[in-house]
Structures are given as C-alpha cells and as structure tokens.
C-alpha cells in the first residue's frame, strides 16, 4: 500500500496561518538522517527566513539514535555537492554537526529553535529536545492518518459482527518483536504457558530485522524468555510492514476482543499509533498493549474504554512484565467463561465499541486538527522570541577564521 503522507503535510502546512519551510521523511517511516529532506522545493531565501519544521510524527522520538559523527557525515556529504564558495571549514562543520537534526536543514536560519513535530505525550524525550534547540509541537498524527486508512470501515456492511460466528476469543497481530517491540516474545511465550493458543488468532514470525529471536540479546532481562520453539505453536505470520494501515474483516468477523500490541510498552511515553485505533474504526472491543495510563490517553479524546465489563487495572501498572502478566490473566478470565456469559461480555463490549466508531468517525479529525492549530500557535509565540540569527552569526564567524 502506498500512503501519500506528502498530502497530510501539505495540509498542516495549510491549515495553520504561518509560513514554514517542512522537513519529513521520505519513503515515510524511514529516520536515516539521508531520508530527512524537504516536503517541496522551497525559494532558498525561505530556508533562511521562515521557522524550519521537522516533522517527527510517524516513529517515537529517539534523541540518541544519531551519534554526532552519523550527523557530521551527513552534512559533509550534502555540502561536498555545493559549490566551492559554499564549502564550509572544519570549524563550521563541527559546529554544525552539534545541531543534531537542524544540522540536516539549515543551521543559518534566522531563528534559534527549529520546530520538532512529534506523537507522543509524558515523553522525557520531548523534554530532552525541547533542551536541545528544539521547539516541540504536540499533535495525534496517527489519529489523523488512520482516518484515511481505514475509511471504509464506516461503509463495511461486515463489520456488523454475529457473536454466533465468533470462533476465538481474542485477535492477535504480531509481526515484529525487535526493539521496542520485544516484550510481545514474551506474551507469545505466555499465550503458550498458559493454554491460551487455542483462543487466540494470531501467528508468530520468528525472524525480524534479519535475526532470529533465538539469538535477541532482551534489553529488559525480566522479558526473557525460557522457550525456544514458539513458531512451533503458531502458523507463520507473512504480513508485510505496511499491515496495520489496513483491516481484514475475517479477522475481526470471527473474534471477541483485539490484544493491541503497540510500539511502544516497557516505557512511560504515551505514543499510540494506528494499531490502536483500527479496532476503533471497526467497531472491535479491545485490551491495549502499550505504555502505562495509554487508555486515559484515549479518554482525553472522547473515547471510551471497558473497564465496566473488563478489569482494565492492567493500564495502571508501572512495570512492563507485571502489567503484561494482568493483561494475561484477564484474559484467562475472559477465555474460561461459558457460551452464555460470553455473549453477554461480548453484547456489552460492542455496544461501547460501536459509541467509539462514531466518535472516530464524527468529531475525532476536528479535535486532533484544532489541537495541533493550537500547539503550532503557541510554538510560534516561542520561535519569534528566539528569533536572533545567533547561529547564523555564529557560522559566518567560523568561515571568518
């Protein structure tokens, strides 16, 4: 699937009344610092004169991704391509290469900060950047791409769901485990350990990003994992990265609740992604897998979430194996119930979750526009108070010497 994201750029660029020069990535979902580059091909006069936004919104903020040598290559390799009364002295590449992603725009800017577009909220990375140089910008990108993504779900006459033709009680999609993504090794190896395989539909790919899970080397150690032969348990998972930015009716038409595994769970940042917001758009119940408080998040936003039929305590637990623990035991719970109480349980959650398809449908788009409107307002007020060309000046110094 092809995602024109440079459309959704296009109209934060217009939706807010100032004059920004836009970085992304491009192809989306890359962060090689060779990826950042502009959204369309400004005057170069603009580069100097106008706030600079990078647009960080697709994959969680990572300061220290990029090491300082990785940002000075980059910027030897885009200024080698200039001209030679453009070439900057090692003094002024230095320099520059200490901006982090600025170095990759334009560090003769006439405003101190660059604008850092970002998804995520409670981050200490956001705090880490704005320390940095960086004027963040809060808003729900995802939000407002899975609205596009997952359109038809409002139209789809198979999404009005028969409990009668349900044959598992949870769904489960889980591609990779790399990363961030680790702890969903050790929910496959508790779906086993607790005779939960069978009420599930999900499958397991054992390698991610070239390796094997056999040989992942856990960044949390209480993660780890004692069996060695999950793909014995599961049919192969063959879905390719772009997955979750569509729905498979079958999936959702022959099965109770959505185990969402998010990008991010063993951290305190709030971040959730489209992978939260497709069983919203379907009308599906779900349990999420993400970082503490995730489902107040969703609150914010008008929805609701099940904890009247469903013990949501899980959301509240700090510890990442801990709170994986009472997402598995809730659904022991839910997988022991008889027929009879099941259909009432699952009655129950779809009335919920048909009230949040409306609401994703209806009044979400709105919210998140008009939020980022705001934060984008009140970041200028700060860029126009930092607006004294200091590295500008800086710069031209270094060229002097």
């Given at each position: 699937?092809?995602?024109?994201?440079?459309?959704?750029?296009?109209?934060?660029?217009?939706?807010?009344?100032?004059?920004?020069?836009?970085?992304?990535?491009?192809?989306?979902?890359?962060?090689?610092?060779?990826?950042?580059?502009?959204?369309?091909?400004?005057?170069?006069?603009?580069?100097?004169?106008?706030?600079?936004?990078?647009?960080?919104?697709?994959?969680?903020?990572?300061?220290?991704?990029?090491?300082?040598?990785?940002?000075?290559?980059?910027?030897?390799?885009?200024?080698?391509?200039?001209?030679?009364?453009?070439?900057?002295?090692?003094?002024?590449?230095?320099?520059?290469?200490?901006?982090?992603?600025?170095?990759?725009?334009?560090?003769?800017?006439?405003?101190?900060?660059?604008?850092?577009?970002?998804?995520?909220?409670?981050?200490?990375?956001?705090?880490?950047?704005?320390?940095?140089?960086?004027?963040?910008?809060?808003?729900?990108?995802?939000?407002?791409?899975?609205?596009?993504?997952?359109?038809?779900?409002?139209?789809?006459?198979?999404?009005?769901?028969?409990?009668?033709?349900?044959?598992?009680?949870?769904?489960?999609?889980?591609?990779?485990?790399?990363?961030?993504r680790e702890y969903r090794l050790s929910l496959?190896?508790?779906?086993?350990?607790?005779?939960?395989?069978?009420?599930?539909?999900?499958?397991?790919?054992?390698?991610?990003?070239?390796?094997c899970y056999t040989s992942h080397c856990f960044?949390?150690?209480?993660?780890?994992?004692?069996?060695?032969?999950?793909?014995?348990?599961?049919?192969?998972?063959?879905?390719?990265?772009?997955?979750?930015?569509?729905?498979?009716?079958?999936?959702?038409?022959?099965?109770?609740?959505?185990?969402?595994?998010?990008?991010?769970?063993?951290?305190?940042?709030?971040?959730?992604?489209?992978?939260?917001?497709?069983?919203?758009?379907?009308?599906?119940?779900?349990?999420?897998?993400?970082?503490?408080?995730?489902?107040?998040?969703?609150?914010?936003?008008?929805?609701?979430?099940?904890?009247?039929?469903?013990?949501?305590?899980?959301?509240?637990?700090?510890?990442?194996?801990?709170?994986?623990?009472?997402?598995?035991?809730?659904?022991?719970?839910?997988?022991?119930?008889?027929?009879?109480?099941?259909?009432?349980?699952?009655?129950?959650?779809?009335?919920?979750?048909?009230?949040?398809?409306?609401?994703?449908?209806?009044?979400?788009?709105?919210?998140?526009?008009?939020?980022?409107?705001?934060?984008?307002?009140?970041?200028?007020?700060?860029?126009?108070?930092?607006?004294?060309?200091?590295?500008?000046?800086?710069?031209?110094?270094?060229?002097?010497?």
């Amino acid at each position: 699937m092809t995602v024109p994201l440079d459309r959704l750029y296009h109209y934060l660029a217009d939706v807010v009344n100032h004059d920004l020069v836009i970085y992304r990535w491009a192809p989306h979902g890359s962060r090689k610092l060779e990826h950042l580059t502009q959204l369309t091909k400004y005057p170069e006069y603009q580069w100097y004169e106008n706030p600079i936004a990078i647009f960080h919104d697709q994959e969680p903020l990572d300061y220290d991704f990029y090491t300082q040598d990785q940002v000075q290559s980059q910027v030897n390799q885009q200024h080698s391509k200039w001209s030679v009364n453009r070439t900057f002295n090692d003094s002024a590449l230095e320099y520059i290469s200490q901006q982090h992603l600025r170095a990759v725009t334009d560090c003769a800017n006439q405003y101190d900060l660059t604008i850092l577009v970002h998804s995520e909220l409670c981050s200490w990375q956001v705090n880490h950047y704005s320390k940095k140089g960086f004027a963040p910008v809060y808003y729900w990108s995802h939000a407002v791409i899975a609205q596009d993504w997952f359109r038809y779900a409002k139209h789809d006459p198979t999404l009005n769901f028969k409990f009668s033709n349900f044959k598992q009680d949870f769904l489960i999609y889980n591609r990779a485990w790399s990363g961030t993504r680790e702890y969903r090794l050790s929910l496959v190896e508790k779906l086993i350990s607790n005779d939960l395989v069978k009420n599930c539909k999900t499958s397991f790919n054992p390698v991610d990003q070239q390796l094997c899970y056999t040989s992942h080397c856990f960044a949390n150690k209480k993660f780890n994992i004692q069996n060695y032969q999950l793909e014995n348990h599961f049919p192969l998972n063959t879905y390719s990265a772009d997955a979750s930015a569509d729905y498979v009716t079958e999936d959702y038409a022959e099965t109770g609740i959505e185990i969402v595994l998010e990008t991010l769970f063993d951290d305190d940042r709030w971040h959730l992604t489209e992978k939260t917001l497709r069983p919203i758009a379907c009308g599906k119940p779900f349990m999420l897998a993400a970082t503490p408080g995730s489902l107040q998040y969703l609150k914010n936003y008008g929805f609701e979430t099940f904890a009247d039929v469903i013990d949501e305590t899980y959301d509240t637990i700090a510890d990442g194996a801990a709170r994986l623990d009472a997402i598995i035991q809730e659904m022991k719970r839910i997988a022991a119930l008889d027929a009879a109480a099941k259909q009432v349980l699952y009655t129950k959650l779809h009335e919920i979750a048909q009230r949040n398809k409306q609401r994703f449908f209806n009044s979400l788009l709105d919210q998140v526009v008009q939020e980022y409107k705001t934060n984008m307002g009140q970041a200028m007020i700060v860029m126009q108070q930092h607006c004294t060309g200091k590295h500008r000046a800086v710069i031209k110094q270094l060229l002097q010497n």
